[in-house]
């Protein structure tokens, strides 16, 4: 298993640049947290010497509130839906590894989640395929999720979720990384977030996309905190991080970089895709941006690209304490 970083910036930076988050943060990010809380249940322990053998039998016995236990190690097949509210699933010891292996629930994922209050905590999702070309570690459907120190490696989709505005995604320590190079027609982001209400990213690592984009989120409010979306040298994926929606958006304290082998030209880009329906916040504060790419004539390279054209409505930005590296334009037009 890699090691995650605390962070890209130095403890002091991080302290700095939180001054000004609490007054960034919504609602329902708070929703987001008080929802992972969960009422009391039993503890339910998985593992191939145990009575559950299996996470699939574990999640057909158990009730709301409870607390699903994995022993390490790896998972074969074990696919499941999560439908009872404030569930906890917990890998023990160097995690637990769900593998897909040719199987996927309901034709989507690993694991499909649609309840309040969910945690998933020290998992391992991998090799997830689907008919449609966009099988997921996990779909995210309805209700909120707290990730923590999970990892998604090989699949088509990391996350992928539905677009609830009363949803609400939550992201700590955690790795995405080794999108699958076979051409199904689709994009293999490594997280895509439909339009929830609130996502939140949090000392995360993001590396060798192809194609997608490593980050990509439609959510209304956006607070990418303190991660590394850094392609690496093999890397292919598009943008680094995207917002296409517009909405109200923080980058702090992260590092954003680019490969040589890029899809594209641009870092990060905002409101590609918003069609005039809204304007919004970018705030840039404390991030390190480098680019290996040169750019063409036809598309230079950029470090954001902010689609004033179609975002319809003004858009407040802030931009400072960044640091751009190698070619491209600097700064947010």
């Known amino acids: 298993m890699r090691s995650i970083p605390s962070s890209p910036c130095s403890p002091s930076l991080r302290r700095r640049a939180w001054l000004g988050v609490p007054a960034l943060l919504s609602p329902g990010i708070a929703k987001a947290a008080a929802d992972g809380v969960p009422i ?14 299996t996470l699939a039998q574990a999640l057909r016995r158990a009730g709301a ?3 699903l236990m994995l022993q390490a190690g790896t998972y074969a097949g074990d696919v499941g839906v999560i439908t009872q509210p404030y569930l906890t699933l917990r890998g023990l010891g160097t995690g637990a590894i769900l593998r897909a292996d040719g199987k ?6 690993i694991l499909v989640v649609r ?18 070309g966009n099988g997921a570690g996990i779909r995210f459907e309805a209700g909120t999720l707290i990730l923590d120190r999970c990892r998604f490696f090989d699949n088509e989709m990391g996350l992928l979720s539905a677009g609830r ?20 027609g689709l994009l293999h982001h490594l997280l895509y977030v439909g ?12 590396f060798n996309g192809w194609r997608g984009h490593l980050l990509k989120s439609r959510a209304g409010v956006n607070r990418i905190l303190w991660n590394e979306l850094v392609d690496g040298p093999d890397g292919e994926a598009s943008y680094e991080l995207e917002f296409p929606n517009g909405g109200d958006n923080l ?20 409101g590609a895709e918003a069609e005039g329906r809204r304007g919004g916040r970018l705030v840039l504060r404390d991030n390190r941006f480098v680019n290996h790419h040169p750019g063409t004539p036809e598309a230079p390279a950029r470090f954001v690209h902010l689609w ?7 858009v407040e930005v802030v931009d400072k304490g960044n640091v751009f590296e190698g070619p491209g334009q600097r700064g947010v037009p």
Do not use: W, Y
Request: hydrophobic share 35%; charged share 20%.
């Open 251 to 270: 980058v702090l304290g992260s590092r954003i970089e680019q490969s040589a082998r890029t899809q594209n030209t641009t870092l990060l880009s905002m």
């Open 195 to 206: 339009a929830i209400g609130t996502c939140v990213v949090m000392n995360s690592r993001f």
């Open 65 to 67: 509130g409870d607390i």
């Open 308 to 314: 004033h054209e179609r975002l319809g409505g003004a």
């Open 115 to 132: 309840a309040p209050g969910v945690r998933i905590e020290n998992l391992e999702f991998r090799g997830a395929r689907v008919p449609a």
């Open 40 to 53: 009391s249940g039993q503890t339910l322990s998985v593992g191939p010497d145990l009575p559950l053998r």
């Open 165 to 184: 505005p009363d949803m609400h995604l939550v992201v700590r320590h955690c790795e995405f990384g080794d999108a699958p190079r076979h051409d199904s």
């Open 104 to 109: 996927h629930a309901e034709g989507k994922a």
